[in-house]
């Protein structure tokens, strides 16, 4: 019984801090330069390299395309039920809101229905452009393993940064910041 609550204790803790889902070395979310982040995860459309393109719906159903536009873009991937998304959602919304006009962001939804996600999004007074990835194909293209997975890109396209596990709102500036 000590050995089940041990073990228990250790998966949520790092559930909490590095996500839902499998994790690697290169997202658990430390301090780690872009350029070890891009080593760790290479093969997986990483930091220094070109950002996948694709499309998606939005909870509203029209079609969006998820690209360079012109300007730095944030794609997160997230769903209802994992905590650590739950926990990073006031900051994602601070973020979106205080830099709407700069940043395009993308909160991709994962495998859930429209109705679930709008539930999740108005109980928590959560305005966030989602858009669904109902079959996966985005986040297979990220190599996404845990969520919450984010991503920044830059104007031209390339990858930035990449986190897996909850974000800041202030992590998030300082990355847009320095670039």
């Given at each position: 019984m000590k050995k089940y609550t041990i073990c228990l204790a250790a998966f949520?803790?790092?559930?909490?801090?590095?996500?839902?889902?499998?994790?690697?070395?290169?997202?658990?979310?430390?301090?780690?330069?872009?350029?070890?982040?891009?080593?760790?995860?290479?093969?997986?459309?990483?930091?220094?390299?070109?950002?996948?393109?694709?499309?998606?719906?939005?909870?509203?159903?029209?079609?969006?395309?998820?690209?360079?536009?012109?300007?730095?873009?944030?794609?997160?991937?997230?769903?209802?039920?994992?905590?650590?998304?739950?926990?990073?959602?006031?900051?994602l919304a601070a973020f979106y809101a205080a830099h709407r006009e700069t940043v395009d962001f993308y909160a991709v939804n994962l495998q859930e229905e429209v109705p679930a996600v709008q539930k999740f999004l108005t109980e928590r007074q959560a305005e966030l452009p989602v858009v669904l990835d109902a079959k996966g194909k985005a986040s297979t293209l990220y190599g996404v393993r845990a969520i919450p997975t984010t991503v920044v890109v830059n104007a031209e396209g390339t990858v930035i940064y990449r986190k897996t596990g909850g974000v800041t709102k202030a992590e998030l500036e300082d990355v847009i910041n320095k670039h």
């Open positions: 949520v803790a790092l559930s909490v801090f590095t996500g839902c889902g499998s994790s690697s070395a290169a997202d658990e979310g430390r301090a780690a330069s872009a350029q070890t982040q891009a080593a760790q995860n290479a093969g997986h459309g990483l930091v220094g390299e070109a950002a996948p393109k694709f499309s998606v719906k939005a909870l509203t159903g029209e079609a969006v395309s998820v690209e360079a536009k012109g300007k730095p873009y944030i794609i997160n991937f997230w769903a209802t039920w994992c905590p650590p998304c739950q926990a990073e959602i006031p900051d």
